[in-house]
Each structure stands twice: as C-alpha cells, then as structure tokens.
T-cell receptor
Framework: EAGVTQFPSHSVIEKGQTVTLRCDPI?????LYWYRRVMGKEIKFLLH????????ESGMPNNRFLAERTGGTYSTLKVQPAELEDSGVYFC????????????????FGPGTRLTVL | DQQVKQNSPSLSVQEGRISILNCDYT??????FLWYKKYPAEGPTFLIS?????DKNEDGRFTVFLNKSAKHLSLHIVPSQPGDSAVYFC????????FGTGTSLTVIP
C-alpha cells in the first residue's frame, strides 16, 4: 500500500513569491492534516480536513496560507506571499475515519516538504 | 504555549540497555497519546499509542507508561538497538494533535 506522498521534497523561494505544496494521502483516508515544524521546534498543527471539508483550521498562521482539498483526495497548501518565517518542514498526514478502530487517531505522515524562504 | 513537552533534546544509550524517553503534558483533557519515530529526511512514523484509560501499553521492545496524575508519559525501549537511533516525538490528542519538540536518541553499538 502506498504511503502519504508529498511534493516537492524541497522548495527554495524568495520572499514575496508563491509556493504550493501538495499532499496525496493514503487512498481511502478521509482525514488529512497539515503540520509545520520550524527548525528545532515542535511539530505544529495547521489544519484538518475531513474529506473535502475543513474540520479545523485553527492552526493556520495567517491569511497568507490557503489549503484546499478538491474532491476529498489530494490537498494543496499555498503560501502567498511567502515570508522568511514561513521556512520550515511542512508535513502532511492522513488517517482513516473509523471511530471504532483503536487506531482511529493514528496518523500516517508523509516525508515532508522542506521550504526555505530567502 | 506548548501543551506537550519533551525536556530532553537528546539521549545516548549503550546497545542492549534500556532507553527511557519522557514527555509531559499540561492539558488533562487529552485522551490519547502516541509516540512517533523519525529518521532524517523522512516523516514521523507511528510507533506506539496509549489511551487515557490505560496506564501501560506494550508492543515488543516498546512500552509506553502513562501517569495521568502527573501528566507524564514515558517510552521504554528494551533492549535498545542501534537501529532505534532516531528522533522520537511524543504526541497528545485532544481536538487536534499536539507534538513535543522531540528527543534525539542515539544507541551506541
């Protein structure tokens, strides 16, 4: 079974430019999450999709960040315009929607996209 | 404000000995706790979890202990192996996931 994939693996852009990160969750997983880890700090929650709907976007830093999940499959996270403090590793995770499963809350992570804003 | 804390950024252990990684949390409403392992250039991988109704969960060489009164959990790895060298993240689940900053474990052959 294919895991969570993310594209690109690295992105280096200049301040003010736009970057779009993509996440393909595990097939059949209704839940999709975005996280960010700034160097040396904790992994911070950004937002949570259930299918195509935003369940919780309380972690989104500001309105320069826009996440979409068209058709409830893959998701994109766009940063426009990018600022220096947006640098970090952006992780996507997915999980199945099954409240009866003891692993309902286990999230499967992608390898991350390392974003560097110069 | 960080709700999940891992106060030891690094830990070195001799192969064959026990590794103990610690995690503290502040929110008593958390009901599910997980440990993730992360190798360089990879995403975190689920390792083991524990529900708040339990105080211990064991899976092979890995055991997680939960002390709700102290808001503390720990991960024990015994015996430690060089392949266990990685960064370990503690996570707690409430309305969303909260992660600690990670502990880098080095198992010395």
């Amino acid at each position: 079974e294919a895991g969570v994939t993310q594209f690109p693996s690295h992105s280096v852009i200049e301040k003010g430019q736009t970057v779009t990160l993509r996440c393909d969750p595990i097939s059949g997983h209704d839940n999709l999450y975005w996280y960010r880890r700034v160097m040396g700090k904790e992994i911070k929650f950004l937002l949570h999709f259930v299918k195509e709907s935003k369940q919780d976007e309380s972690g989104m830093p500001n309105n320069r960040f826009l996440a979409e999940r068209t058709g409830g499959t893959y998701s994109t996270l766009k940063v426009q315009p990018a600022e220096l403090e947006d640098s970090g590793v952006y992780f996507c995770a997915s999980s199945p929607y099954d409240r009866d499963s003891p692993f309902a809350d286990t999230q499967y992570f992608g390898p991350g996209t390392r974003l560097t804003v110069l | 404000d960080q709700q999940v804390k891992q106060n030891s950024p690094s830990l070195s252990v001799q192969e064959g000995r026990i590794s103990i990684l610690n995690c503290d949390y502040t929110n008593s409403m958390f009901d599910y706790f997980l440990w993730y392992k992360k190798y360089p250039a990879e995403g975190p991988t689920f390792l083991i979890s524990i529900s708040s109704i339990k105080d211990k969960n064991e899976d092979g060489r890995f055991t997680v202990f939960l002390n709700k009164s102290a808001k503390h959990l720990s991960l024990h790895i015994v015996p430690s192996q060089p392949g266990d060298s990685a960064v370990y993240f503690c996570a707690a689940s409430g309305n969303q996931f909260y992660f600690g900053t990670g502990t880098s474990l080095t198992v010395i052959p």
